[in-house]
């Protein structure tokens, strides 16, 4: 009978440590690695489309008849103001897949003029760009949202092949 007992204790115990393990107690965040591989980073995530200003989702608020557009490249991003065309350095996070900061810097545009109130809406869109500090994109639908550290700026973008109307 005792030796009866000390195997249910025994098979008891391997059960609950197999449990543990099956259920990932202590994990570390190469299990993260491990369970994300293959899958795409935020970067190519970006990559994959041309992105839309939501005006009317966006602060601060752009206003602008043209489309205001946002192109992601490996160390750049590229697109269309409300008057000028844009160029600008980009840093974003592709370590981790919780890590979505970006920065955008080093802006540069052509110098045509528009007019007074596009001239400020364009001025307003580069400064909000600039001042971004995270990124994220949902798939269905297509929408990427970027976001100040303040949360003074929150510009909504659709990608440009999903319906809506981004001007």
């Not at 059960?15 to 795409?40: F, K, N, V």
């Not at 103001?81 to 080093?106: F, K, M, W």
């Not at 971004?132 to 550290?149: E, I, N, Q």
Request: with cysteine; charged share 25%; hydrophobic share 40%.
């Amino acid at each position: 009978m005792a030796i009866t007992r000390r195997l249910r204790i025994v098979a008891n115990t391997v059960a609950a440590i197999a449990l543990l393990a099956a259920t990932g107690c202590g994990g570390d965040h190469a299990d993260t690695r491990s369970q994300t591989e293959g899958m795409p980073s935020i970067l190519q995530e970006l990559q994959n489309d041309e992105w839309l200003l939501d005006h009317a989702a966006s602060t601060p608020r752009i206003r602008s008849t043209h489309a205001v557009t946002l192109n992601f490249g490996e160390h750049a991003v590229h697109g269309t103001g409300p008057c000028n065309v844009y160029r600008a350095s980009l840093d974003i996070a592709q370590h981790s897949v919780e890590d979505h900061s970006i920065t955008i810097r080093d802006l540069a545009g052509t110098k045509r003029s528009c007019g007074r109130a596009l001239d400020q809406a364009e001025a307003a869109y580069f400064a909000a760009l600039q001042a971004v500090r995270t990124v994220d994109v949902d798939r269905d639908p297509r929408r990427l949202t970027l976001t100040a550290a303040r949360g003074d700026v929150h510009l909504e973008l659709r990608a440009a092949d999903t319906d809506g109307k981004g001007s």
